[in-house]
Structures are given as structure tokens and as C-alpha cells.
């Protein structure tokens, strides 16, 4: 399998263990991802409040470069998966809009004609030839580990961009979990916003929304929540302490990129998945699969 | 056989609301309000619930069917089973139960006058009626559709934990205003759409695009009043500066500038909003966690410029 990476702007800066982990379970798995470093930024939904069109050109522009290698894109955040998903939708779903975008393209050098595909990696993961690489490749099982999923708001809403089989209750993480060995948590805040996005704006709204997300999966037994989307991790990760002074509940759970959990059922250990460079705590990790 | 699980509350009798079971064997095609309705008629006519047209067009019978909000007379009911041919039935959330699947809607309608949901003109009256391009009346034809059913209020993320935000439906009902092209109060409307509460309080969670039974889809209205705030120069606030700042971070170097991004949406002489960023920026930095202090541009990044330019921003 070889894909076009779109990495997006947070895995280069404040989750750095984020891209770190994500080329270690590309390695592990044999899969070839191809770093699109011309790619801009997905503009994250706040490009398209100032200027709809530039959001959309933008990531036309990125689609255009993965169409040139020939490979579908695939992304590790699920904001960026679900606005490239709607740059898309809005390019694809109009032929005059898309020849418009493709004359602001033109002299760029590129061309967009709508046959790459966008998928965030655990849509990847959770198909069927991701999961039968997975379940080949796992050479240390996460047996005891509890994990409760958190997908973000972007990779599940609007249903129609995607790329899960039922966003209101998806199985796809947890199905993957099960395959490495760990035990899934389900509950409800698992498909619920994390408040990142008005953390600026609203801040006790956003740790509240976060608090409620951690309160859940900490009392339905978890003892990790895995999320595929780093400004969910950034709001449950580096902003928990801050959570729990605000509810007064210590809880310390620690929060870990998806392809965090794949590398380290693939052997990796913490400390090379940049583990340490958690806000919360992870050595439950380290006492639960040392080093091998 | 299916079985409907249903939230009972009367306050008159018990203080606490209890769940109940019907069985009911459902007929092909059915929908969740006829189901209901066959379960008052025939096994319990204390059931209370809102109801009026039967076609999806008052929106009186929204509830929270396996706990996504729904119309229930647009839905068929096999359609919304669980795997074991359940449907739980509660009533709307983010608003105070009344009896039943019954809820006060009060704190929803009063969001909706805050918007002012009416024309607004200081200009004299034309001779004739007002009228409207096609194009004009496009902008605003979506979230015409908007039926009042309280199915996005129900279910918004941000209202479950802040109940100042004017919420999904309002909002929508306010770009019904904002973008008609016979309004001139527009400036006005935006100013007071951006403070606290308003637009730059949603998550862009998506929720209510989900759960609206309608093309309204509020969040994508939402998005169009910020379009319209920022073009008319409201930028004195956070969610504008953050806007503005995201904006210009990529079309400098491709790509977003973390460091400055938080210290630009506050606003740079707004000691108390910068003075909240000292937590998280005291951690990051213990952890290594700060993002590169020389920002990188991605490649090519004069392309990306030139789109900038030839998009005028």
C-alpha cells in the first residue's frame, strides 16, 4: 500500500509524537507513505470563514499534487480529513465551480480532476486489507489494555463526507482495538465534540465539553482514551490538568494518538513513540509493554 | 416485535422520570409518530407527547430516538432500531422536560426573538413590495426551510455545557436575516451575532447539520454570517482574530503558525486573554511540546501566495 501523507500543520508542532508515531506504524506495517510537503495547510474550517473559495482552491491544490503521484491521500487528523472531504464535495459536486478552482490552478502547474481519494488512517486500517497487514504484522498484543475510543466531530459529521459505515455508531476504532488485543470501551462521549475549537473563544466551554468527554470514559473503565485527531488530543492531553482543577477530580488518564496504540502493538516502545512528551502521564505504558 | 423503551415523567405523580417498555409489532412502513400513536390509542392514553401534521412540515414531533434527535413522523421506525429492535424514546434534550416526551421550549423561542427574526428596514418603503433576484433569494432559501422543530437545539454540544450560546436554530434563523438582501440592519446583526454566545461560540461539531430534518443544516448558516461578520469588519473579537490570524498564518508560510496563532486571537495588548495562555504555554514548553520557534514554510509556498493574490486576500 502507498499513499500521499497529508500531515497536516499540528503533527509538525504541538503533537510531534503524532508524526513520529505515525511513520513507525507506517514502517511496521509496510506501508509506503509519501510526505506531500507542498501540500498548505487544510485550512481547518477557519479559512473558509473569510473566503469559502480560497479554503477550497487551496485543497484543490493538494488533491491536484496526490493526482500527479498517482496516490490517494491519506491524512492522521481528523480535522483535516473532514474538511479536505468537504473541499471535495464542493469542487466535485459542480462542474463550473471545479472549473474555476482548476483556472486558479492553472498556473500553479496543476490540474484537478476529482479521482484522488481522502482517507483519514484508520479508514485505512479498518479495511479490509489494512486489517489483515495489521493482524499479520502485531507482534506485541495490547492484551489488558482498556481503550476507549474519542473519533472527532470531523471524520464522523456531516455523514455524507465520511468514511465511516455509520457515523452515529461507529465500530471501526474499536474493531481495530480488538485486533491488537486490547479491550474497547464503549461509551457515549466516544463520538462527542472535544471543544478544541472554541478553546479561544469560549475556554470553560471547550474544558467543560473536554471534562464531560474524560469523566465518561474514565467511568465506563478506561485506561486510556485513543483519539485520530491531534486538536482532541491537544484539548484532552494538554489541557487536563487545567479540566481537572476546573471539575475538581483528579483522573490523569492519558490520552494517545491512534497510531500510537497500532505501533506499539507492532513493538515499538512508548519512549520511540515519544510517549514522554505527553502532558498526562503515560506510564501506565511503559509498566504495561516495557521495552522489548 | 419491537419494543419501545420510553422516558415517563409526570411530575403531578413522581418526582423522577422512570423508563417503560411497549411492545408494539410494527407494521411495514410505519413511522415512529404512527407507532407512538398506536401506543396511546391503544395501550396508554396517558402518553404525552407533542404531535400536529403528520408530513414533516409543523415540527411539533421531534424526540430523541436512541439518543439522536429525530422528527417522528419522518422517520420509519424499522429504520431506527437498535440490534436488538429497540427504540428508546426520550424527549428532547437541552431543554426542561414537561411531562413525557414533552419539553419547554421557552429558552429556544427566546433565542430566536433575540435575533430579531424579522425584516429590519430604515430606508422609505418602495411604491410596490420589496422584491428579490433568484440569486438573492438563493442565499437565504436553505435555512427558509428551517422548521422550528428543535431537533439541533436538542442535540448541540456547546448548549449541553452553555446555555448563554443562542444555539443552532437561532443562528440559522439569523442568517435567514443577515444574508436577505432586503434587510439593512446587516452590520448591526453581525456586531451583535459576534459577542459572547453568538457565531464564534459553535465547535463546527456538525451535530446539528446531522440532525436537522431540513436543508437548513444550521452550522453551514452559521459559517455564512461569519463570512459576512468578518467582510463588514467585525474583528474585534476572538473568534475574528483567530479567523484573521489562521488566514494570514497560511498564506505566508503554507501553513499554521501555533505559536502565534493563540497570542494573535486573544489580541497582543489584551494582557488578561494572553495571561490565560500562560498555563498551557509553561507546560508545553516543560514538555518540549512548543511548536518550532522558526516557523517553516511548506514548499512551493509562492503558489500559494499567488492563489492568495488572485483571490484578493
Not at chain 1, 467511568?219 to 486538536?231: K, M
Not at chain 2, 484573521?244 to 505559536?259: C, M
Amino acid at each position: 500500500m502507498k499513499f500521499a501523507l497529508f500531515t497536516g500543520c499540528v503533527s509538525k508542532g504541538a503533537t510531534r509524537e503524532l508524526m513520529a508515531s505515525t511513520t513507525k506504524a507506517a514502517e511496521g506495517l509496510g506501508i509506503d507513505f509519501v510526505e506531500m510537503k507542498a501540500a498548505a495547510c487544510c485550512g481547518a474550517g477557519v479559512i473558509s470563514e473569510q473566503n469559502p473559495m480560497l479554503a477550497d482552491a487551496l485543497n484543490a491544490r493538494t488533491f491536484a499534487i496526490a493526482e500527479k503521484q498517482g496516490l490517494d491521500i491519506v491524512t492522521i487528523c481528523s480535522t483535516c480529513q473532514g474538511v479536505l472531504k468537504k473541499s471535495e464535495c464542493n469542487i466535485k459536486g459542480d462542474a463550473e465551480y471545479q472549473k474555476k478552482i482548476n483556472h486558479l490552478l492553472q498556473e500553479g502547474g496543476h490540474q484537478y480532476d476529482g479521482t484522488t481519494k481522502i482517507k483519514h488512517f484508520s479508514n485505512i486500517l479498518a479495511s479490509d486489507e489494512g486489517k489483515a497487514l495489521l493482524k499479520e504484522k502485531i507482534t506485541r498484543p495490547l492484551t489488558g489494555l482498556k481503550a476507549a475510543a474519542f473519533y472527532g466531530c470531523y471524520v464522523l459529521r456531516p455523514s455524507e463526507l465520511s468514511e465511516y459505515d455509520d457515523p452515529d455508531n461507529p465500530t471501526e476504532m474499536e474493531d481495530l482495538f480488538e485486533l491488537m488485543g486490547a479491550t474497547p470501551v464503549y461509551y457515549p462521549s466516544r463520538i462527542k465534540c472535544c471543544g478544541f475549537p472554541i478553546v479561544m473563544m469560549n475556554k470553560k466551554a471547550s474544558l467543560e465539553m473536554a471534562g464531560n468527554a474524560l469523566v465518561d470514559a474514565v467511568e465506563s473503565g478506561a485506561d486510556c482514551v485513543v483519539t485520530g485527531c491531534p486538536l482532541c488530543h491537544l484539548n484532552l492531553d494538554s489541557y487536563q490538568p487545567e479540566i481537572e482543577k476546573m471539575i475538581s477530580k483528579k483522573y490523569s488518564i492519558p490520552i494517545l494518538h491512534l497510531p500510537q496504540l497500532v505501533a506499539l502493538s507492532l513493538g515499538y516502545s512508548p519512549k520511540e513513540l515519544l510517549m514522554d512528551k505527553h502532558i498526562v502521564s503515560t506510564r501506565i505504558f511503559q509498566k504495561m509493554f516495557p521495552s522489548s | 416485535m419491537a419494543t419501545f423503551k420510553i422516558k415517563r415523567f409526570n411530575p403531578e405523580k413522581q418526582p423522577e422520570p422512570y423508563m417503560e417498555d411497549f411492545e408494539y409489532d410494527v407494521p411495514d412502513g410505519a413511522t415512529l409518530l404512527d407507532c407512538m400513536n398506536t401506543i396511546k390509542w391503544t395501550m396508554d392514553g396517558s402518553l404525552t407527547y407533542r404531535m400536529s401534521c403528520r408530513s414533516a412540515i409543523c415540527g411539533s414531533c421531534a424526540v430523541k430516538a436512541n439518543g439522536h434527535a429525530v422528527l417522528a413522523c419522518q422517520r420509519q421506525a424499522e429504520h431506527l432500531y437498535d440490534e436488538n429492535e429497540t427504540i428508546k424514546l426520550e424527549p428532547l434534550g437541552n431543554m426542561k422536560p414537561i411531562k413525557d416526551l414533552v419539553v419547554d421550549f421557552t429558552p429556544f423561542w427566546d433565542k430566536i426573538d433575540k435575533v430579531k427574526p424579522y425584516l429590519e428596514t430604515s430606508s422609505k418603503p418602495p411604491e410596490k413590495e420589496r422584491t428579490q433576484s433568484p440569486e438573492e433569494f438563493r442565499l437565504i432559501d436553505d435555512t427558509s426551510t428551517c422548521i422550528m422543530c428543535g431537533a439541533c437545539y436538542s442535540d448541540c454540544h456547546v448548549l449541553e455545557v452553555d446555555d448563554n450560546f443562542l444555539g443552532p436554530a437561532a443562528l440559522a434563523k439569523a442568517q435567514r436575516f443577515v444574508s436577505d438582501s432586503r434587510d439593512e440592519a446587516t452590520l448591526e446583526r453581525v456586531k451583535n451575532l459576534s459577542e459572547y454566545g453568538g457565531i464564534w461560540d459553535c465547535t463546527h461539531c456538525g451535530e446539528c447539520v446531522e440532525r436537522c430534518p431540513k436543508p437548513a443544516r444550521p452550522f453551514y448558516r452559521i459559517k455564512e454570517i461569519m463570512t459576512v461578520a468578518l467582510e463588514k469588519g467585525v474583528h474585534n473579537n476572538d473568534g475574528a482574530r483567530h479567523a484573521l490570524a489562521f488566514t494570514s498564518s497560511v498564506k505566508h508560510s503554507g501553513r499554521l503558525n501555533e505559536n502565534f496563532l493563540p497570542l494573535l486571537s486573544k489580541g497582543i495588548f489584551n494582557i488578561k486573554g494572553l495571561l490565560e495562555l500562560v498555563p498551557i504555554g509553561i507546560r508545553m514548553l516543560l514538555k518540549g511540546k512548543i511548536p518550532p520557534i522558526f516557523h517553516k514554510s511548506v514548499e512551493d509556498v509562492d503558489d500559494i501566495k499567488r492563489i492568495f493574490k488572485k483571490l484578493n486576500q
